[in-house]
């Protein structure tokens, strides 16, 4: 079987990180602060006894921002009930929060790693990292987007008494840095001819697996997922290919001579491992990943998330040869409410014609694929492109292709921890439109696809 089933392989993942989380034993060292020093990650409410409530974090005071964190309360009353809540803040200061009820144990102790939230919060059961996942928006259709990589998130943890609507009495509090640099990784900034990037190179002198991020519509130059990659040992590009400095705002064409500078420019890097890259890319930017392991050499890997198989907007041009984009029906877009659309729909089907002028050449390709498809994708049909095109690649003798199908998960497939982002605006029609997922499904697919994206670099990348 080709298609791999995410729906069984998505819990066992879960699974693997709960029994990873650094609770109760001592916590590992967490990297040193790169800003003013911060509350620890162990502190009762301000002005209360050290007889009172605590909480304990592992690790204490920082961690990255896509690992997972233990927390625990100690100090309550035998079966005391509490209700604990997240808080955190963008950089534009908007406010993401999550709530859960717990009852601490007969011994007063709240271990979340041990103990089910109980109905009423933003989730309930057995979700050590629910606190984290769970966080959502006070502005509506709000994503939690980080332009400044090196600079963490501060994460607020209270502990409050009782489980009303309102808060309680503040029983505890406490401060955790998210980062997204590891001590030692290295930021540098790239202007090498028309290549506008960021680079991210892990800790030594040896070389690394070298991977280009592209990221989808909305231009700019976005490091958060780049920036994590090298935390776990790869040469990571983060490259802007629109509406960033000097960069076309509106191409007309994407030119593929400019990404195919990019692949040079990583592989005559003293530090990325050749013989070849590979290709992380999301909407758009897998859509710009499939074309370039289809027209251009030296991609050895490409991870596509939600990616359409056809060129969509805007035509991709290489030398003589133009792969135009299929065409856009915004009138077949489904009314969700009075202002809100499900655009999944208005694309001619690209294995039929005529939209079949507009699909990617795969067939051309020599690298392997991750097809990684959200079920409930209701931006682009990824699920079902990535099936057919699997299919028509199969019929001519083909197996460097897999599929990681994840239900309950809709356009955007971030790194671990960040927000489910359900509805927003959709990137070409500038309108309200749902992008699918639930936020539990949703958490277990990021935590396995994150995985399954570096195993399948390490895999492909790593030439003895």
Known sequence: MWQVSARSVCRA????????????????AAPRSRGPARSPGTAPARGLSSMAPSVRLAPAARSLFDEPLAIAVQGLGPRQQVTLRTSLRDETGELFQASARYQAGDDGQLDLARCPALPGGSFSGLEPMGLLWALQPQKPFWRLVKRDVQSPFLLQLEVFEGHGERPGRLLAQAQHERAFLRDGVRRVPVREGRIRATLFLPPGEDTFPGI??????????????????????????ALAYYQFEDLPQKPKELHLEY???????????????????????????????????????NIMAVASINAPVVTTYIPFSYKDKIIPAVTLYEHKAKVISSQCFDYSDVVDDPFQAPGKKSLIPLEKAEAQFLFIVGQDDRVVKSEYYATEVCKLLQAQGK???????????????????????????HPVFHKRAVMGGELRPYSKAQVHAWSQIQAFFRKHLTVN
């Open 13 to 28: 993942g879960s699974r693997a990180w709960q029994r990873r989380l650094p609770w109760p034993g001592p916590a590992p």
């Open 212 to 237: 280009i991020d592209i990221h989808g519509y909305g231009g700019g130059l976005l490091e958060s997922r780049a920036s994590l990659l090298a935390n776990h040992g790869f040469a990571t590009l």
């Open 259 to 297: 990404f195919e500078e990019a692949v040079n420019y990583m592989l005559q890097h003293p530090q990325v491992k050749g013989p070849g890259v590979g290709l992380l890319g999301f909407s758009k930017g897998a859509e710009v990943s499939l074309a370039m392991a289809a027209l251009l050499k």
């Open 399 to 425: 197996a460097n292709f897999q599929i990681l199908s994840c239900p309950g998960t809709g356009h955007c497939i971030d790194p671990p921890f960040f927000p489910l982002y359900p509805t927003g605006t």
